[in-house]
């Protein structure tokens, strides 16, 4: 159903010509939402049979699944290297709140990331790497029936992948107080997570 998918979809536009208008507005900087009536979008076609049909372009192709064969998505390997790269793109174009981005990024993409990990981690289920099976709790004997020791299927590394990182941007872009709280706030919540927060070795010299 149409009215079912994601609705930046709904913001195509399907016209097979863009009217004088559209230009003429276009050279004063127009809001996109002032010229929206004039352009014909599948937001408009919702409901009538013209969803489906008679969707115009402007530029032939001959082939519609036709793109870029790379990008620098394929082409940057590692997360890491994807996202200096945007960050670095980010600071040297002006119209760019480099700022903003970091703290987008950090918000949207990397707590959430850490919190689902954190989440799955308490909750996963345990493997026989002999055998395979899996147990959604380890079994009162501690290891697997046929007598293999369990393993994790979310290990540590995965939860924490991404922590270091998002306190390097939030750091070097300067993201809100607020924001480096919630990040320290997941950090300690890790720590507490795989470090036992009552077996610590003091030395008698660290009360003096
Ligand atoms: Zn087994």
Redesign the pocket.
């Known amino acids: 159903d149409p009215n079912e998918i994601d609705k930046e979809a709904h913001n195509m536009d399907v016209s097979y010509v863009y009217g004088l208008d559209f230009y003429k507005a276009t050279q004063r900087y127009a809001h996109p939402k002032e010229v929206e009536s004039m352009m014909d979008l599948i937001g408009g076609r919702i409901g009538t049979v013209l969803q489906y049909e008679g969707m115009g372009f402007t530029h032939e192709v001959s082939d519609i699944s036709e793109g870029p064969v790379m990008s620098a998505y394929t082409s940057l390997e590692s997360m890491d290297d994807k996202l200096d790269a945007q960050m670095s793109l980010g600071v040297r174009i002006r119209a760019v709140d480099v700022k903003d981005v970091a703290h987008r990024v950090i918000t949207r993409h990397l707590l959430p990331d850490i919190q689902g990990s954190l989440k799955r981690f308490t909750g996963q289920q345990l493997r026989?790497p002999?055998?395979?099976?899996k147990y959604r709790r380890i079994p009162l004997r501690g290891a697997?029936?046929?007598?293999?020791k369990l393993t994790l299927t979310v290990h540590e590394a995965g939860v924490s992948k991404y922590l270091e990182k998002a306190k390097a941007i939030g750091m070097t872009y300067g993201v809100p107080a607020y924001t480096i709280q919630r990040i320290a706030l997941l950090e300690s919540a890790i720590n507490s997570l795989f470090q036992s927060d009552k077996v610590k070795n003091s030395k008698l010299d660290e009360f003096l």
Request: proline share 0%; hydrophobic share 0%; net charge positive.
């Open positions: 026989c002999k055998c395979n099976s697997c029936y046929c007598g293999n």
